[in-house]
């Protein structure tokens, strides 16, 4: 257990709903990433977070996704109008520092089904 | 695009034997770092390496960056069941100075 928190676990939905996760960093630390990871690739890049400030958007980001971190403690996720193709883990990690490249705690990740 | 690429995709091995996994970008790397994935469970730290041609060893683990920073290995030593999972290394990405670009892989798998 790393400390960062993710909820739901697994999400099933059907095609055309909304969906929301929620990640619970690390309470000390000030930086967030949002990752997608699909079978038998590694963790592509969503979105990123310094205190609440979103700094960094994929830019193959779909406009249907958005994320939001008030008051710079948890964030969350949003995806609408969900397509079969939104069917990923999607991960969290959190880190500590003001600039660079430390190492990221991540969370057990969200499993989303799109049927 | 900056890519970084891992092989092998799948390395089978005996238990007891030796395990590598290559790691080289298109581009030059300030530094690089490597996670583990066990089966189920999400990416774990193993390792930040910066300096060229660093070597760092964790037990049974030896990490190396190359010369040019752009390439790096991750090699382990007598394999044991617990190593079991992907390996990934991941690097800067050129057009940002927060996100990282992550390689494919190389899954570890013990034979029976």
């Known amino acids: 257990d790393t400390g960062v928190s993710q909820d739901p676990r697994h999400k099933i939905t059907k095609r055309g709903q909304n969906v929301t996760f929620r990640c619970d960093p690390i309470?000390?630390?000030?930086?967030l990433y949002w990752y997608r990871q699909t079978l038998g690739q590694g963790p592509e890049f969503l979105t990123y977070f310094q205190n609440e400030a979103q700094l960094e958007k994929s830019r193959l980001l779909s406009d249907r996704f958005s994320a939001e971190r008030p008051k710079g403690s948890f964030s969350t996720l949003e995806i609408q109008r969900t397509e079969q193709g939104d069917s990923a883990m999607y991960l969290c990690?959190?880190?500590?520092?003001?600039?660079?490249?430390?190492?990221?705690?991540f969370g057990p990740g969200t499993r989303l089904t799109v049927l | 695009g900056q890519q970084v690429m891992q092989i092998p995709q799948y390395q089978h091995v005996q238990e007891g034997e030796d395990f590598t996994t290559y790691c080289n970008s298109s581009t030059t790397l300030s530094n690089i770092q490597w996670y583990k994935q066990r089966p189920g469970g999400h990416p774990v730290f193993l390792i930040q390496?910066?300096?060229s041609g660093e070597v760092k060893k964790q037990k049974r683990l030896t990490f190396q960056f190359g010369e040019a920073k752009k390439n790096s290995s991750l090699h382990i030593t007598a394999t044991q069941t617990t190593d079991v999972g992907t390996y990934f290394c991941?690097?800067?990405?050129?057009?940002?100075?927060?996100?990282?670009?992550w390689g494919a892989g190389t899954k570890l798998i013990i034979k029976p």
């Open positions: 991941a690097g800067p990405f050129m057009d940002s100075n927060y996100q990282l670009i």
């Open positions: 990690a959190s880190t500590l520092g003001a600039r660079g490249y430390n190492e990221q705690f």
């Open positions: 390496l910066v300096k």
């Open positions: 309470s000390e630390h000030n930086r």
